[in-house]
């Protein structure tokens, strides 16, 4: 059996991180296991649905270095569809119901009053076929509900009745379908909701494995009965925790919070996304991982935790300054280079630079302190300008290196008695304008004597 997962999104928005979380695990867990990733489209919603957003979903999972080995969209496959629908009915097993939605409120709130659970009552089985002539010549069309079964003879007698399985996440899972309501599968205008082109489409894909978020978890004992009434076994199912953000919100596609295009654009590495996106809420420490590889080592979905997980955009940034701090220039060459970063002295600058970036984009404002001149003007005192005069007449002849910022410092300090701080913040400040940033052993050679004495307040 070759294991086959498949992520799911409806083209309707942006993905989010928790998208990308569940995104990440089918992933991972089909990396560990040589197994398929199959990229779905839920589309069957035509009028929210767009190419647009579907192309911006593959080219984020491309970003964060998921490649599908197939892409499948659900509104190309309505006659399959149609086919399942018409297999249920004749079954008896997909019934027509003509409540609209205020009778079913109605009789929800009734059902409440009586001390009963607020499911749909299967009011529609009892229509005779002249009632239900009646209600059509009256305007009303059918939506239609798949018959659970959680009863023995009569439907109106339902009795607990559990689906169980082993979640690959949470372990021992179990939904008593007598506390639910009849899906509806189909709408009164034909079109279908989410429920059964799903079953339908991990049947014909050939679905081993189905992870997704807890929200879910009830759904899963409904798509488990629909999976059997098509006489088909049911794939293995996990679900994960769910992400939020630190006042404990949800995510959404529709506002755009968090989505993978805004963390990428404000420079934040695939690496950082997928590394926390899969870690956080889990037994496993949040570590920057810089390959799907070695991720895919360290995960295992069984130490993902039941509780909500709450996700900080500042974690982000920590992991990012790890991958970048020790990511090789032969990773980063190109890209620098699209920052007009390139040259000879490109992968030096790089090595010295990439521990003090939080975005490899930052390396840019780096990169002109070395070519053009210092950030800013320096304040300094009276004495410390005397001393920098002094220390630049110390500056030693070329060729330089590493050992180039000892040597001149050590002869400034015999020179003149400081140290500490006092020697090296005034140097700071002249060659770079800043009180901080890389190593100056490592910045002076990339300067060289001539831009350094350019640098003389």
């Not at 009965?225 to 949800?250: C, I, K, S, Y």
């Not at 780096?366 to 001149?373: F, K, T």
Request: charged letters at 25%; glycine letters at 6%; a negative charge.
């Amino acid at each position: 059996m070759t294991v086959t997962v498949r992520f799911a999104p409806s083209p309707t928005g942006h993905i989010h991180i928790g998208n990308a979380r569940s995104a990440l695990f089918n992933w991972l867990f089909a990396l560990k296991n040589r197994g398929r990733f199959i990229q779905r489209f839920d589309d069957t919603d035509v009028e929210r649905s767009t190419q647009a957003y579907a192309n911006a979903i593959l080219y984020d999972l491309h970003w964060l270095g998921i490649f599908p080995d197939t892409v499948q969209y659900q509104s190309k496959r309505f006659a399959i569809y149609d086919e399942a629908v018409e297999r249920l009915k004749q079954a008896g097993l997909l019934y027509a119901c003509y409540e609209t939605p205020e009778e079913l409120d109605l009789r929800r709130k009734i059902r409440r009053t009586r001390g009963l659970p607020p499911v749909y009552g299967r009011e529609s089985l009892k229509l005779t076929a002249e009632e239900k002539q009646a209600l059509e010549a009256d305007g009303r069309r059918p939506h239609w509900r798949f018959l659970l079964p959680n009863f023995e003879g009569d439907p109106f007698e339902t009795h607990r009745t559990e689906v169980h399985w082993l979640d690959l996440i949470r372990g021992e899972e179990t939904v008593d379908l007598a506390s639910l309501s009849d899906p509806v599968l189909v709408r009164e205008d034909g079109t279908y909701l989410y429920t059964l082109p799903s079953v339908v489409d991990d049947i014909d894909f050939g679905v081993t494995h189905v992870m997704r978020g807890d929200d879910h978890v009830t759904n899963t004992g409904v798509q488990i009965a629909l999976f059997r009434a098509l006489g088909a076994v049911p794939p293995a199912f996990g679900h994960h925790n769910l992400l939020t953000t630190a006042a404990e919100e949800g995510l959404s596609k529709r506002t755009g919070a968090l989505s993978i295009g805004s963390l990428r654009e404000s420079g934040i590495e695939p690496m950082a996304v997928a590394s926390l996106a899969v870690l956080i809420g889990t037994s496993e420490n949040v570590s920057a991982y810089s390959s799907m590889a070695e991720l895919a080592e360290h995960f295992d979905p069984a130490q993902t935790s039941k509780s909500a997980a709450k996700f900080d955009p500042a974690e982000l940034t920590v992991l990012n300054r790890t991958l970048l701090h020790k990511m090789p220039f032969e990773d980063a060459r190109e890209r620098l280079a699209a920052l007009s970063i390139s040259g000879e002295k490109a992968e030096p600058f790089w090595t010295a630079v990439r521990g003090n970036l939080d975005t490899l984009a930052d390396a840019v404002a780096w990169w002109r302190i070395v070519r053009e001149g210092r950030a800013a003007e320096p304040e300094l005192s009276q004495d410390d300008r005397a001393f920098l005069n002094q220390a630049f007449d110390l500056l030693p002849e070329e060729p330089w290196d590493r050992s180039t910022w000892k040597a001149w410092t050590d002869a400034v300090r015999e020179a003149t008695g400081r140290k500490g701080k006092a020697l090296f913040m005034p140097i700071r400040l002249a060659l770079t304008g800043l009180a901080s940033g890389p190593e100056l052993a490592d910045l002076l050679p990339l300067l060289g004597r001539e831009g350094t004495l350019a640098r003389r307040p």
